[in-house]
């Protein structure tokens, strides 16, 4: 069975096995170092913990494991406040229309303006997975357990959402947005500052990148067409959101142009269907396949089984369900259709 | 004999062939009867100061009197930007720089200006081909600096100069493909006919208002920034000479640069000097070349007249000038008339001259020592 958990220190060598394979496919913005993960992951357990309150950047860590092979099959992350008390960058595009009465034209000019509107909502991020998982049941259980946590923790994130999706990039590597635009004013390729955009303070964002609005039609051809557009590796996560209510909205990524999705919370499929429920041990008869969270903060625990309801507004589910949760007979878990 | 008088309304036809025959390229007079008859009449009512002096066109013509012909023209804008925006792009640098990374980027970008704004600008040199030889073409351009330095009043401190910039054998510029033609959909040669027409600022309205990065264009753009049409080098060269520099904006369209200078700066401003005539029947040779010849200015502002002499004519405090030349510049003896080299080195008797022009042996013409009209005296256009 596949169990989605807070990160724990125990689980450092797994992350950085399974990262390390990913490498040269998508990029995540997990640190490489293992100092650098072994924090991320102590921060999650503080915030967890509750030892962080919301306003003192909670960044959460979840691990999907496969409970009887063992290992770490995927990570994904929340961070309570995007920017994490700075600011988060974006580039808004927008659009002017330069028009002259009288020369009768009216010609609609595509802008791309820094912003930080989108600092403080609640970030979905740092989302890996074996590659073998992708479209899987373990792959939406990852994605969404989640937003089953946000279901469950509501007070601690904000009423507005964003997710960031990775942009276009060449099998070789190129990042044809990056090169058109950010390269000129960094001076470093799209590896090199994507590193220090997961290691260093944002300070360098504020002082690098372009201090005025750019045009769009000034950039490449090849990053015009990147400009909004998702990796194509990114596709079922994006369907995955868009199930979910995510939308894309008029926010791209200052890097690599990737498209930001943006939701309310609370109206959010896994929110709006989400019910509470008492959970019983026994095997399910007209069974449904579900997602299941238990515990609250640190004890957080989410997977995905077959359940059947059960008259007096219960579920019913096999004990290896039982313990997979660490719940007892008559638990309260919350209960996700898939 | 050539001489430099006002535009008149029978240079027309003159104009328009001549227009008609320098083809694109010359922005401020495209080959446009009604235009043309436009720009004649407001030459007319500003040397006749019928019109708001900051409103004034001065337009020269250079007439060949054995041709009984307007064979040249060159102008002076008295404002620029008052009734229509004027726009250029400054070159700048943006820098951005980490120290943290040890990253320090400079990035070479376009500021929509209109710095020019009130300034007076220098335009429209024409020269027929016929007459391009012997320091015509200096004759045309200088003589507008010592109506400037005459008449100050009328003018800014400052004088600009637009220079073509670089485009191809079919019109094509490299910026505008680059840069303008995104915004506007439109051939560079069209824009630069509304220009001509008096639509720029129309255009210019269409035009991005955010810096540009110059990183973002491409290569061929980037190299045209400032740089002038290859036609157009003699002119910056003379320009330069008289002690133009480039001031760091360019055309919005092109990239062709902006020269200035400021009007007691400039060279044939600097080393003129003035001189009273003395009309003598001697006769006189009038075939010397360009180097030996210097300009003559009756320093009339309705009836300016220039034309050149041999630097021979020019002694200690007198200019001997035949009777047909005292005739062509409506002056007789006795008359205080300005004088400079027509050639950047100068004629030698001239040149021992002008180690002097700093001496009290020579008094250089006050400003406004000459009678003008009535009504220039306008204290609104002092300072």
Known sequence: MWLVRPAQLSDLEGIRTLVSDLTGQLSTTLPETEEGLAEKIGLSARSFSGELGPEAGQRFLFVLEHRERGGIAGVAGIDGRAGNGQPFYNYRRDALIHASHELGVSRRVEVLYSSHALTDRTLLGAFAIAPELRGTEAFELLSRARLLFIAGHRNWFTDDMVVEIQGVSCATGEVPFWDSLGRHFFNMDFETADRYSGMLSKTFIAELMPPNPIYVTLLTDAAQRALGQPHPATLDTIELFKQEGFHAGSYVDIFDGGPVLEARTDHLKTLVTSHCKKLHSGEPTASETCLLASGERAAFRCTVAAISETLDDAVKASLEVLKVLACSSGDDIRVAPL | ?383
């Open chain 2, 1 to 383: 004999m050539l001489v430099i008088r006002p535009l008149q309304e029978r240079d027309l036809d003159d104009l328009l062939a001549m227009a008609q025959a320098a083809g694109k390229g010359l922005t401020t007079l495209p080959a446009d009867r009604d235009l043309l008859q436009r720009k004649i009449q407001l030459t007319q009512d500003t040397f006749d100061q019928r019109c708001a002096p900051e409103a004034g066109l001065f337009l020269f013509a250079l007439e060949d009197t054995e041709l009984d012909r307007c064979v040249g023209i060159s102008g002076i804008q008295a404002r620029v930007g008052l009734d229509e925006v004027f726009y250029n792009y400054r070159v700048s640098t943006t820098v951005n720089a980490s120290r943290e990374l040890g990253v320090h980027v400079r990035t070479p970008t376009l500021h929509l200006t209109n710095d020019m704004t009130d300034t007076t600008e220098i335009c429209s040199l024409l020269l027929s081909d016929s007459h391009r030889k012997g320091g015509n073409g200096l004759l045309l351009s200088r003589c507008r600096f010592m109506f400037l330095d005459d008449f100050r009043r009328h003018f800014s401190d400052k004088v600009f100069a637009e220079m073509r910039g670089v485009s191809d054998a079919s019109g094509h510029s490299p910026l505008w493909d680059a840069l303008g033609s995104r915004f506007f959909d439109m051939e560079f040669s069209e824009a630069d006919y509304l220009s001509g027409v008096g639509r720029k600022s129309f255009i210019a309205e269409l035009m991005p208002k955010y810096p540009i990065y110059l990183p973002l264009l491409p290569q061929r753009a980037r190299e045209v920034i400032g740089q002038v049409h290859r036609n157009t080098e003699p002119a910056l060269k003379m320009l330069q000479a008289e002690g133009f520099n480039f001031n760091g904006l360019v055309d919005i369209f092109d990239g062709g640069p902006v020269v200035e200078a400021f009007i007691h700066n400039i060279r044939t401003v600097r080393e003129s000097v003035n001189r009273h005539v003395l009309v003598r029947h001697k006769p006189l040779d009038t075939g010397v070349p360009a180097t030996e010849r210097v300009m003559v200015s009756n320093r009339s502002f309705r009836d300016f007249r220039v034309t050149t002499v041999p630097a021979l004519c020019v002694s200690s405090d007198t200019v001997s000038l035949p009777p047909e030349v005292a005739e062509a510049l409506e002056v007789e003896s006795g008359d205080l008339v300005r004088l400079a080299p027509l050639k950047d080195a100068g004629p030698a008797l001239f040149a021992g001259d002008r180690r002097m022009t700093s001496s009290t042996a020579w008094h250089r013409a006050p400003h406004g020592a000459h009678s003008e009209p009535n009504g220039v005296e306008r204290s609104t256009l002092d300072g």
